[in-house]
């Protein structure tokens, strides 16, 4: 009898370990795949100063793998934007600062946060509301410069592109709004291009069709 159970319990003691090792192993791929997919990223760091008059410029992006990604934000709301963004200015890591000191999840300046009267970085690496609010003054500064432009220019078609309100934002988050408003007033005659090769026209395309009324245009918003 015991010969017989023992016949009985060693396959289902097999089954068991196998469907723990492929349990493991799953979960090993799974990791496997995370990782080296998300090492091919270079984050990308588009910055920001303090406007000049109604110019708010830039310093050019690190270079980055431009291939498609799906970004695990569903919808074309506000937050879908700012995460989109957010995620490929820093994978979306509030603590992220890159090699020329740009800070937290959307990539600031210095000289940007003290527009914002926001003067100790590290209280702001640590705050992911104050870099959230932080963002949404700054869209709002834009969009108060880019106002005329985007009334004139939502709907039309530049160089075969759809303009909208959320690319002409995240245009001007990668070029700044005075390189935006040339765009858009020349009809992509004065295109901008960073040192490595991103451009306006790819921003206007790739963040379209968000909705970006929740931002406010507002010349001196206040956080």
Request: aromatic share 12%; hydrophobic share 35%.
């Amino acid at each position: 009898m015991h010969a017989d159970l023992k016949c009985v319990l060693t396959p289902l003691n097999a089954s068991k370990m196998k469907k723990k090792l492929v349990k493991l192993i799953g979960i090993v791929t799974f990791l496997y795949i995370v990782t080296t997919g998300f090492s091919r990223w270079e984050s990308s760091t588009a910055k920001y100063n303090i406007p000049e008059g109604n110019v708010i410029h830039t310093v050019p992006q690190k270079a980055i793998n431009h291939t498609n990604y799906t970004f695990p934000f569903t919808g074309n709301s506000y937050v879908g934007f700012k995460e989109a963004l957010g995620f490929k200015e820093s994978q979306g890591q509030y603590y992220r600062v890159n090699t020329l000191g740009y800070l937290g999840k959307y990539q600031f300046g210095k000289s940007t946060l003290k527009r914002f009267k926001i003067y100790d970085t590290t209280e702001f690496l640590k705050d992911p509301i104050l870099q959230e609010d932080a963002f949404l003054a700054l869209c709002s500064v834009n969009k108060w410069i880019l106002k005329r432009d985007i009334k004139r220019s939502v709907g039309t078609k530049i160089n075969g592109i759809v303009i909208t309100e959320s690319g002409i934002l995240a245009a001007a988050h990668l070029a700044g709004a005075g390189s935006v408003k040339k765009y858009l007033r020349s009809k992509g005659d004065q295109n901008f291009s960073d040192a490595y090769g991103t451009s306006i026209e790819h921003y206007l395309e790739k963040f379209a069709g968000y909705d970006t009324s929740l931002i406010e245009a507002n010349k001196e918003p206040l956080i």
